[in-house]
C-alpha cells in the first residue's frame, strides 16, 4: 500500500448524480483502488491508487462524455468551464426549441391525426421531436444496459416513453421527454448556482506576487517565491504569502479567511497571511511561508475536499437508489400486465398506469438535492471562517449534546497579568518578583511571561547569566539557582511534593508560588481576562440544544470556578496535566448518551491529543497553525466562541432542509404514485410531479447559501 496516493481529478461534462454515483461505485468494484468518491457537488473525484490510467480506461467505458483532469497544486476549475457550460447549454436549448416546435404543431393538428390514426406525418412528426428532445437520454440508457447495469434516471424515462409511443399516447411520450429535459437544465442551473458561490470562495487566491529583485520589482506568480523573499503588496492588493511586515502602516480584511469584516491594523513587525486585502498602506513583507503552506492554500485545499468525507444521509439515499429504480420497474410490470391476466381490465390502462408510476418514481431529487444539501452548508460555513471537513462532520455537529471547552485562550484571552503579590516571612514584594521572574527566564508560557513582564515594568535589570541549574519539574513548576539561593516557583502541587509549609491562599487568578531557600516566601496572582463574546456564546449554545457545557484547564480550581461561575458552565475541571485533560474527557464521552455527540473547543495545539478524541473535534483560533488544520475536524479561524455558535447553527439548519428534501421527495412521489396506480394521474402530471419535486428540493438546498 505503500505506493497508493490520493488523487484528485476535475471532473468534466458529468450531468446528472445517478451518473456520478455509477462512477464511483464502477471505481470501488476494482482491484486496487481504494475508497472513491465523487463529489457531484464540487466536480471533483477523489480516489486513492496507483494506476492513474486505469481510473481514466474506468470512467471512460462507464461515462465516454466523461473527462477528468488530474489536478495539480496550480490548477482548478475556471472560466473556461463556465463558457464550455454555456455553450452547451445554448446548443440544448436550441435542439429543444426545435422539438418544441414540432410538438406545438402536433398538437394544434391532433384532432386530424386523431381521425387518421397512422398518418406518416404524425409519426415523422412524433419521432423526429421525440429524438432532437431526448437523444441523449437515449445515449445514456444504451450505455446503462451495455454495462449491465440496466437501471437508472434514463432507462426509465425511456422505458415510459416507449411504452407510450407504443400505446400511441404520443403527446404523452414526446411532452414528458420535453419536459423532462427542461426539468433537468434548470435543474443543472440550480446546481450550477451553487458550484459558483464557492468558486466565488476559491477565486480568493491570490494569483500574482511582486518580488523585490536587484533590477527592480518583478511580477511572478506566488507558487514561486521562496522563504525569505522580499515582496511589495500595494494598497487594494491580495496579500499573495504569509509573512512578516517590514516597512509600512495599514489596515488588513481577513473575511475571506474569517468571516469577519473587521478590519486588522498591520505595522511593522506583524504578521500578515495570504488572502488577506490590503486596504490602505504599501507593505513590503519578507516571506515566511511557501505558497502551498500558507493559510488561504489551506483553506482553499479544505473548501475542495470538504465534500469528500460523505453523510450517513448521502451514503443511504446513494444506496437506496441503487435498489430502488430496478424495485421500481418490478413494480409497474407487476401493474402493467398482473391485473389484465387475473381481471377482465384492458391491457393499454394498465401498461398506462404502469408507465404513469415509472415517471412519476425517478430518484432525481434525492441524488441531487441532498448532496447539495451539504454541499450549501460547508460553503456557508467556509464563508464564514468555519472550515467543515466533510459532510459528515455536519451531521455530527447538529447532533452535539456536550461541549467542551478548553480555558486559556479558548474561553479567555490567555493574556495574563499580575493582579496581587503577596510576600511573606520577611521578603518583600519586588524581591518576590525578582525571584520568579529568574526561575521563569527561560520560560515562553503566557504565565511566565507575564511575570517577567511585571518585573520589567518596575524598571529593574536581571542577568540572565546568574540564573543556572535550571531544572523543569513537570506540570509542577521549575527550580533554579539564582545569587546563590534555591528558588521554587509553580503551582500547589509542587509545594506538596517538597513538603512545603505553606498558608491556604484564596485568589480568583492563577497562582504561583514562590519558595527560596526551602522557606515560603508568598505568592503571586496572575489574571486572565474573559472574552468579550463567551457569555453570550454559552446561552445560544444552550439555546440551540446543547445540554451540557464542561470546561477543562491546568489552572488551579478557585481561579477555574471563578470562571466557570460567571459563564454559567455546567461542569469544571481543574488543575490538569495535558493527559489528565484526555482522561477526565474519556470519562465525560462514557456518560454521553448514544446518538448523541460531544465536541471538544481547543486552541488546537496544546490540546491536540483532545481534539483528536472527540467526536468533533474543534480547533478554534487556529488560522496558520498547522498542527489545528491537520488535527481538527472543525477549524474556527478566528478565536471567537462565537463561531462554535454559529456552526452548530449553520449545521443545524443544514441537517433540516436534507430532511425537508428527504420527506418532500417521498411524500410527494407517495402520493403520485398512488394517484398514477389508481388511474387519477396522467404522464404529465407525473413529469411536473417528478421534476417539480426535484427543483423544489434544489432550489430549498440553495437557501443555506443565503441564509
Not at 11 to 17: F, G, P, R, S, T
Not at 320 to 337: D, K, M
Not at 411 to 423: D, E, P, Q, W
Not at 677 to 690: L, N, Q, S, Y
Request: glycine share 6%.
Amino acid at each position: 500500500m505503500e505506493n497508493i496516493k490520493t488523487e484528485r481529478f476535475y471532473v468534466k461534462n458529468l450531468d446528472c448524480a445517478s451518473c456520478a454515483a455509477k462512477i464511483e461505485n464502477g471505481l470501488n468494484a476494482l482491484d486496487g483502488i481504494n475508497n472513491a468518491v465523487l463529489d457531484f457537488a464540487n466536480l471533483t473525484l477523489h480516489v486513492k491508487t496507483k494506476d492513474i490510467h486505469r481510473i481514466l480506461d474506468e470512467v471512460r467505458q462507464i461515462e465516454p462524455e466523461v473527462e477528468l483532469t488530474l489536478k495539480t497544486d496550480n490548477s482548478r476549475p475556471d472560466k473556461l468551464d463556465d463558457e464550455q457550460g454555456g455553450l452547451k447549454l445554448k446548443r440544448e436549448l436550441s435542439i429543444l426549441a426545435v422539438a418544441a416546435s414540432l410538438f406545438a404543431f402536433q398538437l394544434f393538428f391532433e384532432n386530424w391525426f386523431h381521425d387518421n390514426p397512422y398518418s406518416i406525418l404524425e409519426i415523422v412528426l412524433v419521432m423526429t421531436a421525440y429524438f432532437l428532445a431526448g437523444w441523449n437520454v437515449l445515449l445514456g440508457a444504451v450505455r446503462t444496459v451495455r454495462k449491465g447495469t440496466f437501471f437508472d434516471e434514463n432507462v426509465l424515462m425511456v422505458i415510459a416513453t416507449v411504452g407510450a409511443l407504443a400505446i400511441h399516447a404520443y403527446s404523452e411520450a414526446v411532452g414528458v421527454m420535453i419536459f423532462y429535459k427542461v426539468g433537468e437544465m434548470l435543474q443543472d442551473l440550480a446546481v450550477s448556482r451553487s458550484r459558483r458561490s464557492i468558486r466565488a470562495l476559491l477565486a480568493a487566491k491570490p494569483d500574482k506576487a511582486v518580488i523585490e529583485t536587484p533590477t527592480g520589482y518583478v511580477e511572478v506568480a506566488p507558487e514561486s517565491v521562496e522563504v525569505g523573499q522580499i515582496i511589495i503588496v500595494k494598497p487594494g492588493e491580495k496579500i499573495p504569502l504569509d509573512g512578516v511586515i517590514l516597512t509600512g502602516n495599514s489596515q488588513l480584511d481577513s473575511s475571506v479567511l474569517t468571516g469577519e469584516s473587521m478590519p486588522i491594523t498591520a505595522k511593522p513587525g506583524g504578521s500578515v497571511l495570504a488572502g488577506q486585502i490590503n486596504k490602505n498602506g504599501a507593505l513590503t513583507v519578507r516571506v515566511s511561508r511557501l505558497f502551498n503552506e500558507s493559510s488561504i492554500s489551506k483553506v482553499m485545499d479544505l473548501v475542495e475536499n470538504a465534500t469528500a468525507r460523505k453523510a450517513k444521509t448521502e451514503k443511504f439515499i446513494t444506496t437506496f437508489a441503487r435498489y430502488y429504480t430496478p424495485a421500481v420497474v418490478l413494480i409497474a410490470a407487476a401493474i402493467a400486465f398482473i391485473p389484465p391476466i387475473f381481471t377482465e381490465a384492458s391491457f393499454e390502462t394498465w401498461i398506462y398506469r404502469a408507465l404513469v408510476l415509472l415517471v412519476i418514481s425517478c430518484p432525481c431529487a434525492l441524488v441531487v438535492s441532498i448532496p447539495l444539501g451539504y454541499f450549501g452548508g460547508i460553503g456557508k460555513a467556509s464563508r464564514r471562517g468555519i472550515l467543515v471537513k466533510g459532510s459528515n462532520f455536519i451531521d455530527a455537529l447538529a447532533a452535539v449534546k456536550t461541549v467542551v471547552f478548553d480555558k486559556t485562550g479558548t474561553l479567555t484571552r490567555g493574556v495574563f497579568k499580575v493582579k496581587k503579590i503577596v510576600s511573606v516571612n520577611g521578603y518583600s514584594k519586588y524581591e518576590l518578583l525578582e525571584f520568579a521572574a529568574a526561575a521563569e527566564q527561560h520560560s515562553n508560557h503566557p504565565i511566565a511571561l507575564s511575570i517577567i513582564n511585571a518585573f520589567n515594568k518596575e524598571g529593574r535589570n536581571l542577568n540572565p547569566s546568574m540564573v543556572i541549574d535550571h531544572t523543569e519539574i513537570s506540570g509542577q513548576g521549575v527550580k533554579v539557582r539564582y545569587q546563590d539561593h534555591s528558588v521554587m516557583v509553580g503551582n500547589d502541587n509542587l509545594l506538596h511534593s517538597e513538603s512545603i509549609e505553606h498558608p491556604s491562599c484564596e485568589s480568583d487568578g492563577t497562582v504561583v508560588h514562590v519558595v527560596v531557600d526551602g522557606k515560603y516566601a508568598g505568592y503571586i496572582s496572575i489574571g486572565d481576562e474573559i472574552k468579550p463574546d463567551t457569555k453570550d456564546a454559552i446561552i445560544k449554545l444552550k439555546k440551540q440544544g446543547v445540554e451540557q457545557i464542561v470546561m477543562l484547564t491546568g489552572d488551579n480550581l478557585s481561579s477555574a470556578k471563578t470562571i466557570a461561575d460567571s459563564l454559567s458552565i455546567d461542569k469544571v475541571y481543574a488543575d490538569l496535566l495535558p493527559e489528565d485533560k484526555v482522561s477526565i474527557f474519556e470519562k465525560i464521552q462514557k456518560q454521553t448518551m448514544p446518538g448523541d455527540k460531544i465536541a471538544f473547543v481547543g486552541d488546537g495545539i496544546n490540546d491536540a491529543p483532545v481534539i483528536a478524541r472527540a467526536d468533533i473535534g474543534v480547533a478554534m483560533g487556529a488560522l496558520g497553525s498547522d498542527a489545528a488544520v491537520e488535527t481538527a475536524d472543525v477549524v474556527l479561524m478566528d478565536d471567537s466562541p462565537m463561531k462554535m455558535t454559529e456552526a452548530v447553527t449553520i449545521a443545524k439548519h443544514t441537517r433540516k432542509i436534507v430532511w425537508q428534501n428527504i420527506i418532500l421527495a417521498f411524500s410527494v412521489k407517495s402520493i403520485f404514485i398512488i394517484f398514477g396506480v389508481m388511474g387519477m394521474a396522467t404522464m404529465w402530471e407525473a413529469v411536473f410531479a417528478d421534476m417539480g419535486t426535484a427543483l423544489l428540493a434544489v432550489a430549498n438546498s440553495t437557501r443555506i447559501l443565503g441564509k
